[in-house]
C-alpha cells in the first residue's frame, strides 16, 4: 500500500511505511500546518561511468592545470594545515 502523504509530526512513527513506499518507488507529498511543502521521492539510481566520461574528466584535469605531488608531499601538507588549524596536540 502507498502513502499519499506524510506529515512532520509523523516522520517518526511511520518512518517503516515510508520506507517501504520508497523502496516500491512511490512518492510521498510531505505536509506541514496542513500545507504540501515537498515531495520524497526514491533515489535515482546512477549509472556506472563511460570511457566518454573518464576522457571528459582527464581534459578538465589537463584545464586545471594543477602541480603534480606524490602522496608525500600531500600528507606533509595536510598534517602542516592540521598543525595551523588545531595546535601540536595532534600527532
Known amino acids: ?8 509530526t509523523d516522520l517518526r512513527t511511520k518512518s517503516k511505511q515510508l520506507v517501504k513506499t520508497l523502496q516500491e518507488g512511490g ?19 546512477t549509472r556506472a561511468l563511460t570511457k566518454a566520461d573518464i576522457n571528459e574528466l582527464k581534459e578538465l584535469a589537463k584545464k586545471l592545470n594543477l602541480p603534480k605531488i606524490t602522496y608525500r608531499e600531500r600528507g ?10 588545531y595546535g601540536k596536540g595532534l600527532s
Open 1 to 8: 500500500m502507498y502513502m499519499n502523504y506524510i506529515t512532520t
Open 27 to 45: 512518492t510521498v507529498n510531505l505536509l506541514h500546518r496542513s500545507k504540501i511543502i515537498g515531495e520524497i521521492r526514491p533515489k535515482q539510481e
Open 76 to 85: 606533509k601538507n595536510y598534517r602542516k594545515h592540521l598543525m595551523v588549524k
